[in-house]
T-cell receptor
Framework: AQSVSQHNHHVILSEAASLELGCNYSYGGTVNLFWYVQYPGQHLQLLLKYFSGDPLVKGIKGFEAEFIKSKFSFNLRKPSVQWSDTAEYFCAVNPASNYQLIWGAGTKLIIKP | GAGVSQTPSNKVTEKGKYVELRCDPISGHTALYWYRQSLGQGPEFLIYFQGTGAADDSGLPNDRFFAVRPEGSVSTLKIQRTERGDSAVYLC?????????????FGQGTRLTVV
């Protein structure tokens, strides 16, 4: 079965630290890839997405992600985090032949001021 | 409204009762999705509508769950004979369509608690 794995369930960082959240998926075909963020008390919002082209995609709020096809990975990065980045981050995969989003379990990120 | 609206935001019901959860998608979005999110997990797909028809209901866990979208806009998720295991946040999302328009916009969710 198709699945998405997020390696860390909880991450705690200090402000200005660099961030990398891992995401791996199991699906051999063409995929569309997404990172969503859920700030405390708010709904899920799209951070960035990859459909095709440059495997390094830039999203909102200084986030970026790199699609490495050979590793089935789509890791999220940010060079310098802020306290306002405290949120839960979800990686999601959409097999191109499908319309469902298959989600990872999420990573809770806490930024210490 | 500007976003996806879900009502109620919270629902507490007794085991065995019937509940309806409502989703008002973004105007003009033809695709509508229901997901269920249990504590500590990512959302799980339940059902997808394209227009009025359920294009894929393979995620509905059993026949106690049913969803409709009679006019291609508002959708209602219906759960009969609720069980404690149905407790979760039920998320609705809408999008313009497929392909590059697949970006799904989510509502705040309905937190269902079955006691």
């Amino acid at each position: 079965a198709q699945s998405v794995s997020q390696h860390n369930h909880h991450v705690i960082l200090s402000e200005a630290a660099s961030l990398e959240l891992g995401c791996n998926y199991s699906y051999g075909g063409t995929v569309n890839l997404f990172w969503y963020v859920q700030y405390p008390g708010q709904h899920l919002q799209l951070l960035l997405k990859y459909f095709s082209g440059d495997p390094l995609v830039k999203g909102i709020k200084g986030f970026e992600a790199e699609f490495i096809k050979s590793k089935f990975s789509f890791n999220l990065r940010k060079p310098s985090v802020q306290w306002s980045d405290t949120a839960e981050y979800f990686c999601a995969v959409n097999p191109a032949s499908n319309y469902q989003l298959i989600w990872g379990a999420g990573t809770k990120l806490i930024i210490k001021p | 409204g500007a976003g996806v609206s879900q009502t109620p935001s919270n629902k507490v019901t007794e085991k065995g009762k019937y509940v309806e959860l409502r989703c008002d998608p973004i105007s003009g979005h033809t695709a509508l999705y229901w997901y269920r999110q249990s504590l500590g997990q990512g959302p799980e797909f339940l059902i997808y509508f394209q227009g009025t028809g359920a294009a894929d209901d393979s995620g509905l866990p059993n026949d106690r769950f049913f969803a409709v979208r009679p006019e291609g806009s508002v959708s209602t998720l219906k759960i009969q004979r609720t069980e404690r295991g149905d407790s979760a946040v039920y998320l609705c999302a809408s999008s313009l369509g497929q392909g590059e328009d697949t970006e799904a916009f989510f509502g705040q969710g309905t937190r269902l608690t079955v006691v």
